[in-house]
């Protein structure tokens, strides 16, 4: 579904952040420690709610922005669920994501540097340089988080956030290919994007994944060229490492729709939209799957 996903697979289970972790990070074990540990467990949810209500705020700010520089955006993943089945968070849940077209997405980010409150910004690779992913955040200066996949050797911010991700027109191919084309190149971009150390294994990844990497652009360039755009929309292509594709009419035009206590933009059809994602979408998942993407969160650093 997204590149955060690829890295941070939490919501289905951590089977591939522990394969990548483990490959480029020494500390895994201590990762894993971490993760188990009982204590860290009860402070996490005890404080989610607080994180929640935080995040909750950061939507209403984007909201505001946006409904009054006519941006459309949608609620996205684990939101519009939880919209959809709990008429707000999934109790579990630990982040809020929206979608976006991409072409909107400039003036939004011009528009939130300007309007957003002093203790919120706009984080992309050009407003926070240190940033490794292509992924649009707006966050909180006063709190703060961290998930397996980050880097305290580059100095980005990690308060708490709402994540915004970019959606493009699709070309109207199969959804195998998509998928095929989407998952290598998403995944070569991840692993490509995450943090190396010096080893003969990583220069073979370097090349390797180089390559795929590469070869899923040029496949995916080719069917841009030779199929008909906007029946479909999804995620842009280092972002979609489930190989989701939306029927664009299944999203447009937004509706609002309730979260928690206020009304935010949804998709058009959010049935439709959700069984995209997650196919049998009201049916719970087992008690073990069900966990944030946080390994710590404060939600005040006052």
Not at 69 to 92: E, Q, S
Not at 148 to 153: H, L, R, S, V
Not at 173 to 184: D, E, M, N, V
Not at 195 to 219: D, I, M, P, T, V
């Amino acid at each position: 579904m997204t590149l955060k996903e690829a890295i941070s697979k939490k919501r289905a289970g951590t089977n591939r952040l522990n394969k990548t972790f483990a490959c480029h990070t020494p500390n895994y074990s201590f990762y894993k420690q971490v993760m188990d540990n009982s204590a860290l467990k009860q402070y996490l949810e005890n404080h989610r709610r607080a994180v929640q209500l935080k995040q909750l705020d950061i939507l209403k700010e984007i909201d505001t922005i946006c409904q009054r520089n006519h941006i459309d955006y949608w609620l996205d993943g684990g939101t519009i669920l939880g919209a959809v089945r709990h008429g707000g968070f999934i109790p579990w849940d630990d982040d809020i994501d929206i979608a976006m077209r991409l072409e909107d997405l400039p003036r939004f980010v011009k528009a939130a540097r300007c309007e957003l409150p002093e203790h919120l910004y706009i984080q992309t690779p050009d407003t926070d340089p240190n940033v490794r992913l292509p992924i649009y955040k707006v966050r909180d200066t006063n709190s703060f988080l961290v998930e397996g996949g980050d880097d305290f050797a580059r100095a980005y911010g990690k308060g708490l956030y709402v994540d915004i991700f970019p959606m493009i027109p699709y070309p109207s191919c199969s959804k195998a290919f998509i998928k095929r084309i989407t998952k290598g190149y998403c995944r070569a971009n991840a692993i490509l994007s995450s943090q190396h150390y010096y080893s003969w294994r990583s220069f073979a990844e370097f090349f390797y994944f180089g390559l795929k990497r590469a070869c899923c652009k040029w496949a995916w360039n080719i069917a841009c060229l030779l199929k008909n755009k906007g029946e479909f929309t999804s995620n842009t292509l280092n972002n979609n490492g489930y190989g989701i594709m939306h029927r664009t009419d299944s999203i447009f035009p937004t509706n609002r729709i309730k979260f928690e206590d206020c009304m935010f933009n949804g998709p058009a059809n959010p049935d439709a939209y959700l069984t995209d994602l997650y196919r049998n979408y009201m049916q719970l998942p087992p008690e073990d799957k069900r966990g944030g993407h946080a390994v710590f969160y404060a939600e005040s650093l006052k």
